[in-house]
């Protein structure tokens, strides 16, 4: 019989395999029509590509907020950090941009996934597209607070935290505040920034986030030129 020392034992282990068990990403073949329809275009090639989530999707007047600068949106709306690394190859690769913009992390969070793993997943996407593109400059913008997931704030300034100590001393990746400005005196997400869905960004939130990002790209592109 078994002995209650080793039934102890074999319970500890099993709660500590659960506690250290990855949490499931979310499948990337859900956006197989949206990255089929990427790769039906003629691939630019040596601009400036911006990919992540919806708040990149979403961003309908890339090309007139960033006049003058070849800029290419390849963002799906829904998508984690490791949907960019599987589909890499087509929103990114295949452009080989000067310069990559990216952004994603909230729905990361928002999928129960921890403030590590979140990291992790955004940190081995970056690598990746280093690795295979290693002249490319990445943009790296932080993880925006919004009034619907206000709950997961905290996790949210965490991750940008890892996200920016980690871009330190690599010289490829500049990590960009694109958030605080979102946040009241008090912390707290401004209702103007944000439509009706509390989510996503209104008209003046993307106006703000052009103001900061604007200068970085014009600086970043003549420095390249």
Not at 129 to 137: D, E, I, K, Y
Not at 158 to 183: I, M, P, T
């Amino acid at each position: 019989m078994m002995s209650s020392f080793v039934r102890l034992c074999l319970s500890a282990a099993a709660a500590a395999a659960l506690l250290h068990a990855e949490t499931p990403r979310p499948k990337p073949e859900r956006f197989a029509k949206d990255i089929q329809a990427f790769a039906s275009q003629p691939a630019e090639k040596g601009g400036i590509v911006f990919t992540g989530s919806s708040s990149i999707r979403r961003w309908t007047t890339l090309k007139e907020d960033f006049p003058g600068l070849p800029v290419l949106n390849r963002g799906f709306g829904g998508s984690v950090a490791n949907d960019l690394s599987v589909h890499a190859e087509t929103v990114v690769f295949r452009h080989e941009p000067k310069i990559l913009v990216t952004y994603t992390g909230s729905n990361d969070l928002n999928a129960k996934l921890s403030v590590q793993e979140a990291f992790e997943d955004y940190t081995k996407f970056l690598e990746l597209v280093h690795q295979r593109l290693p002249a490319t400059r990445v943009i790296l913008t932080s993880v925006k607070i919004s009034i619907r997931r206000e709950a997961q704030i905290p996790q949210v300034r965490e991750l940008n935290q890892k996200l920016e100590k980690w871009a330190e001393g690599r010289g490829w990746v500049r990590f960009l505040d694109c958030h605080s400005y979102l946040a009241d005196a008090d912390g707290r997400p401004v209702r103007a920034f944000f439509v009706d869905d509390l989510l996503h960004l209104s008209p003046a939130g993307y106006a703000r986030w052009t103001e900061i990002l604007l200068p970085v790209l014009r600086e970043e592109w003549a420095r390249l030129k």
